[in-house]
């Protein structure tokens, strides 16, 4: 069983930065792919960013060039190093690892304000 963990969220205005971090406990590896996702109101949750084996990282377009995901593998920790923040950035954002399924946080709130 995997549970994962995120912080970080927040009001921030557009412009800015903010930092979410997600750990996990249970038994990831580096070859599992560790990642983060967004919901805003009335839309489908999407794809923000990604990292698997070898650190390949893998972006939405909406935000390549201003967030920047890392893994911590000794602390199973994954961030989402969130710059120029946008209106559009507002949603709530969502740890998630591929093992056997697809395990996810709680969530955590960002919102963009102008």
């Known amino acids: 069983q995997v549970q994962l963990v995120e912080s970080g969220g927040g009001l921030v205005r557009a412009g800015g930065s903010l930092r979410l971090s997600c750990v996990a406990s249970?038994?990831?590896?580096?070859?599992?792919?560790m990642g983060w996702y967004r919901q805003a109101p009335g839309k489908q949750r999407e794809l923000v960013a990604d990292?698997?084996?070898?650190?390949?990282?893998n972006y939405a377009d909406s935000v390549k060039g201003r967030f920047t995901i890392s893994r911590d593998y000794a602390n199973n920790m994954v961030y989402l190093q969130m710059d120029s923040l946008k209106l559009e950035d507002t949603a709530v954002y969502y740890c998630?690892?591929?093992?056997?399924?697809?395990?996810w946080g709680q969530g955590t709130q960002v919102t963009v304000s102008s």
């Open positions: 249970g038994s990831i590896s580096r070859l599992d792919v």
């Open positions: 990292m698997r084996s070898g650190s390949r990282t």
């Open positions: 998630n690892v591929k093992l056997d399924i697809d395990y």
